[in-house]
């Protein structure tokens, strides 16, 4: 799978590469056709506390799986969005399943 994280404003990235790529190569493991994910990390400006924004999506055969989340944190953020993408993979694989 190929990993492409982006972050606009690269100084307000507060979480490291590594950590993102950790939490996502576990994809690998549970279906191996994944073609690319892209994560898009957002740092916005205002006095809201949920100004820590993460998009992924993840491409998969005949379909695109789409996960966002604000949060306090950005490691906050990515645990939603790796545990929701982690349940649209699940019920894309059962669909699967159920077709053959």
């Known amino acids: ?3 492409h994280i ?3 404003h690269k100084d307000h990235m507060q979480i490291p590469e590594p950590l993102i790529q950790k939490k996502f190569e576990h994809f690998d493991k549970l ?6 994910c892209n994560v898009v990390l957002y740092k916005e ?3 809201i506390k949920n100004a820590c924004f993460i998009e992924a999506s993840m491409k ?3 379909n695109t799986l789409f996960s966002s989340n604000r949060a ?3 490691e906050l953020a990515l645990d939603k969005v790796v545990n929701d993408l982690e349940s649209q ?3 894309y694989k059962d669909k699967l399943r159920e077709v053959r």
């Open 6 to 8: 982006e972050s606009p």
């Open 60 to 62: 998969v055969p005949r």
């Open 31 to 36: 279906y191996d056709h994944i073609e690319y």
């Open 1 to 3: 799978m190929n990993l």
């Open 72 to 74: 306090i944190s950005f």
């Open 89 to 91: 993979l699940r019920r």
């Open 45 to 47: 400006n205002s006095d």
